[in-house]
């Protein structure tokens, strides 16, 4: 996984372990295993939520482990136009690349640790795709998209996009150097992740060296989700074994506590686990296919308005989106 990372990780900031007797650690209330199915032009993804309460994952709705798949030539996939309304897109590249451009102009190539942050608002359309040579040379592919919900007061908020390049996100590591965190979004023990939310979150990708655990502080007023992207490990204090395509959700506390087993195996020789908490909307969701609203009318509506074209209209032409850095490939349009 070449999500960003350092050389030294002894040189980054150290989060401190909870003071005993002063932090009430989080005890584990499930662990699910994420199922498989397919998304957009076929890509496999794991289900993460799935099995899960939407009482335990307020403000988050969804979220697809997509790949790690090793594509041949020609195999590459990704989705056809498509919209939303009433929530924002995360998605988050660990290994591949994936493009996506939308009907509002945002858009951009994101690969190994780069993160888009699409609000779709009162309504979007929006394609992700590989690029062309990707699809020409084949290779690998891994990464999640993170659905979360907006509060009912900007659900009918304009679109927006982020574009957060990895090398922005916040590292810290732990203690004794175990481990390395990736903050994306929200805080950690006061440390600023770039991603700007309308729902309070936080979100953190980290990775554990074998052997390493970590008790990182956690907002009380949040709850609190650990997804094993790959890995075998434990959670919470009562060591509950946590593996590749599981998700933890946490009960209430100060704290949360996770793990690496001594012994991972040679395809994941490390623990890596994506860190998510937000503060709950509680209001009515309704959630079906693209749209995710308060009430079944207002699902009825963003059909309507989808038919109509009110949600957007796609691009005559494609708009090619660089970054500093961007090098051209031979073959490759965009």
Avoid: C
């Amino acid at each position: 996984m070449p999500a960003i990372t350092v050389e030294d990780i002894l040189v980054l900031p150290r989060v401190p372990n909870p003071v005993a007797g002063e932090s009430r650690e989080r005890p584990v209330r499930s662990v699910t295993t994420a199922p498989g199915g397919f998304e957009g032009e076929g890509f496999p993804v794991r289900r993460a939520f799935a099995g899960v309460a939407l009482s335990d994952l307020d403000p988050f709705v969804h979220m697809d482990q997509m790949g790690e798949v090793d594509y041949g030539p020609g195999e590459p996939k990704g989705t056809p136009w498509h919209p939303h309304r009433g929530f924002e897109t995360v998605t988050y590249m660990i290994d591949g690349i994936f493009e996506h451009q939308d009907s509002n102009g945002g858009g951009g190539r994101i690969t190994d640790g780069d993160t888009q942050w699409m609000t779709a608002g009162a309504g979007i359309l929006h394609i992700e795709a590989p690029p062309e040579s990707l699809v020409v040379s084949g290779g690998l592919f891994h990464g999640i998209q993170l659905w979360v919900n907006l509060p009912r007061a900007n659900k009918w908020n304009p679109p927006r996009y982020q574009d957060i390049r990895g090398k922005e996100a916040t590292l810290l590591t732990t203690e004794d150097g175990g481990a390395l965190l990736r903050v994306i979004a929200g805080q950690v023990a006061g440390y600023q992740g770039p991603g700007s939310t309308f729902t309070p979150i936080t979100m953190v990708h980290a990775t554990l060296s074998p052997g390493a655990g970590m008790k990182l502080p956690w907002r009380a007023d949040f709850n609190a989700l650990a997804y094993v992207l790959a890995g075998n490990g434990y959670a919470g204090e009562e060591r509950r074994p946590v593996r590749t395509g599981q998700l933890v959700a946490f009960g209430p506390g100060d704290y949360l506590e996770i793990g690496a087993e001594r012994s991972q195996e040679v395809a994941s020789p490390n623990l890596e686990v994506v860190l998510l908490g937000g503060l709950p909307i509680r209001e009515p969701v309704v959630h079906y296919g693209p749209f995710v609203m308060n009430t079944r009318e207002e699902i009825m509506k963003a059909m309507e308005d989808y038919q109509a074209g009110r949600l957007g209209q796609i691009p005559a032409q494609p708009v090619p989106h660089r970054h500093p850095g961007d090098v051209d490939v031979p073959g490759d349009p965009s």
